[in-house]
């Protein structure tokens, strides 16, 4: 199966169903509206949970929700690629280390209500980066300014990255 962006180029297919029935499970889960953050892990690379994280992301939207995804893993990002945006030279590691501000980083997407920030550059330390104070004040931040945010990180498997922002999502 090609990893696209099937919820957005083919919303009436049964896998867009899929994320739609994801998407309602978490509502529904979410009845007092204090979960707002979700991470996206998985354990090794390659098992589709930037596929995942992309595709829910859409759904919400599509659901007229605020949503904006945010690509947390700095070492072996693939959502430019998906979105097919070229380079991108600001993005989460250029406002984790005080080069940029949020509104420098955040991008709007062609689907409206959903806002995306890129990876960014290659840095040599995103563990450090995303257990920063930078890091808590962007996820506060977006907590307050959208309905959901969904943090796209790398497998569990390989680095540390993903335990280290979980203690900001829900």
Avoid at 38 to 51: D, N, Q, R, V
Avoid at 68 to 88: E, N, P, Q, T
Avoid at 100 to 109: A, Q, S, Y
Wanted: proline content about 4%; glycine content about 6%; overall charge neutral.
């Amino acid at each position: 199966m090609k990893k696209e962006l099937i919820t957005f180029r083919n919303p009436k297919s049964p896998i867009s169903e899929t994320f739609r029935t994801l998407r309602t499970n978490i509502q529904f889960m979410n009845v007092n509206k204090r979960m707002k953050t979700l991470l996206i892990t998985s354990t090794l690379p390659g098992e589709g949970k930037s596929w995942v994280a992309s595709n829910l992301a859409i759904t919400f939207a599509q659901a007229g929700k605020q949503v904006i995804l945010i690509d947390a893993d700095m070492r072996k990002s693939v959502l430019v690629g998906r979105y097919k945006v070229g380079s991108v030279e600001k993005g989460l590691a250029h406002y984790l280390t005080g080069q940029n501000t949020f509104d420098e980083v955040c991008m709007e997407t062609d689907i409206e209500g959903m806002d995306i920030i890129f990876s960014g550059n290659y840095v040599p330390n995103p563990a450090e980066l995303l257990g920063s104070e930078n890091f808590e004040t962007l996820m506060k931040f977006c907590r307050e300014k959208y309905d959901y945010v969904i943090v796209d990180t790398p497998p569990l498997g390989s680095v540390i990255d993903s335990a280290i922002a979980a203690k900001y999502a829900d």
